[in-house]
């Protein structure tokens, strides 16, 4: 037999390289992000009392409904509309399964995808699998703030969609209003879709506002809204998160999904239904990571390091570029096995491996592994 690779260039991920080489040199694992501390006890109990009561078969495909209904409630209460939870709300495993079956509902063989980069490494899958074409935007490399006269010199009648992605990963640049309406005057007389990866929404710092796209009256009706509540409640390996969209792209992304999981954890669904009854489960979110990334960024001035103080998500920025013109590739394998601090290095997330020596720490850490990874970081001089 001859198997012949759907995906041949896709091979082991940089956040698996990584964290496997600092468990390997017992490095401080700034690389991947999920945090390193765990959820709220509140939150833990709920799941193990709906697990006793008896919640553990098969959930709705869309969802159990209190927990729709409960997310919708906090759109309304964050983002100023309310989406049907029923036809609406689709709860599904990991905002990554959210993604490729929003790509899967409205991409056809030769359509083309706009993505911004860097960006994170599912899109690009995605897109290629359902038989797309990637067609890559660069950020600005100096704030990653968006091109739009760029963005739409890319629009062709081929073009089918865009990925966008607020708070930013890797960068943590947050999309102000400016930017949202930019966007729906691209896309508002044509047929082009958006997939919004919206996972950071509330991790954001000095001030800072997340203008979800659903909340665009315009962009409502062609964007698939993708989420994470891993992310957002420190719950990363419970894999949940959700999707809203209006009824026509629900409707195909429902198609899609319940062909990939059909249904998400039962007990786990009801846990944070109720959960979410209590908003300052959410909405003290900000406050929480700003100490984490404050404690950070003060570390940082402390090295040779240039940086901007991320705006949002779990992630800092840091430029060497002035300093060595070394890989960065290079350099963050070196922090890794010579300071004991693993981190991400940004090219990974460029579709050419494109090399400006930035790296990536997440900081959804512990204030006593940040305080640890700082001292060792300020060592930095002898990987050059």
């Known amino acids: 037999m001859s198997l012949i690779s759907k995906l041949p260039q896709v091979g082991t ?35 193990a009392k709906f697990t006793r009561d008896g919640n553990n078969q098969y959930a709705p495909m869309s969802g159990v409904s209190e927990l729709k209904l409960a997310l919708a409630t906090k759109t309304q209460r964050t ?4 989406p049907d939870p029923e036809s609406e709300v689709t709860i599904v495993s990991g905002a990554t399964e959210a993604l490729f079956s929003a790509l899967s509902a409205v991409v056809r063989p030769g359509d083309e995808v706009l993505v911004l980069e860097p960006s994170y490494d599912s899109y690009v899958p995605g897109i290629l699998l359902n038989g797309g074409i990637p067609v890559f935007v660069a950020l600005n490399p100096t704030d990653f703030s968006v091109d739009w006269e760029l963005v739409a010199s890319k629009i062709t009648d081929k073009t089918r969609a865009i990925v966008v992605n607020s708070p930013h990963n890797p960068s943590g640049q947050v999309w102000s209003k400016e930017d949202v309406a930019q966007l729906a005057s691209l896309v508002s007389k044509s047929g082009i879709f958006v997939i919004s990866d919206e996972v950071y929404e509330h991790i954001l710092f000095d001030g800072k506002v997340h203008h979800s796209l659903g909340s665009h009256p315009e962009l409502r009706e ?14 990363t390996g419970w894999k949940i998160g959700y999707c809203i969209a209006p009824v026509p792209l629900s409707q195909e992304f429902r198609k899609i ?7 998400t954890v039962t007990p786990i669904q009801f846990a ?10 959410y909405l003290n979110l900000p406050s929480f990571y700003q100490k984490k990334r404050d404690l950070f960024v003060e570390g940082l001035k402390s090295t040779p390091f240039n ?3 991320s705006q949002g998500s779990f992630f800092q920025l840091v430029s060497y570029a002035h300093l060595s013109k070394k890989s960065d590739v290079y350099v963050a394998e070196q922090m890794t096995r010579k300071l004991k601090v693993a981190c991400i290095p940004v090219s990974v997330f460029y579709s050419t491996k494109q090399d400006h020596q930035v790296l990536r720490f997440c900081f959804a850490k512990k204030e006593e592994e940040l305080e640890e990874a700082l001292r060792r970081i300020q060592k930095i001089a002898t990987i050059f």
């Not at 999904?257 to 249904?263: A, C, E, L, N």
């Not at 944070?272 to 489960?281: F, G, N, R, S, T």
């Open 13 to 47: 991920t940089i956040f698996t390289i990584m964290s496997r080489m600092a468990q390997e040199e017992n490095a401080i694992n700034l690389a991947q992000g999920f945090p390193g501390f765990g959820s709220d006890p509140i939150l833990l109990e709920l799941v």
């Open 79 to 82: 983002q100023g509309y309310f």
């Open 222 to 235: 062609r964007t698939f809204v993708c989420g994470s509540f891993g992310k957002t409640f420190h719950v």
């Open 257 to 263: 999904h319940q062909y990939v999981t059909f249904s």
């Open 272 to 281: 944070l239904a109720e959960y979410l009854d209590d908003p300052k489960h």
């Open 307 to 309: 940086f901007q103080a």
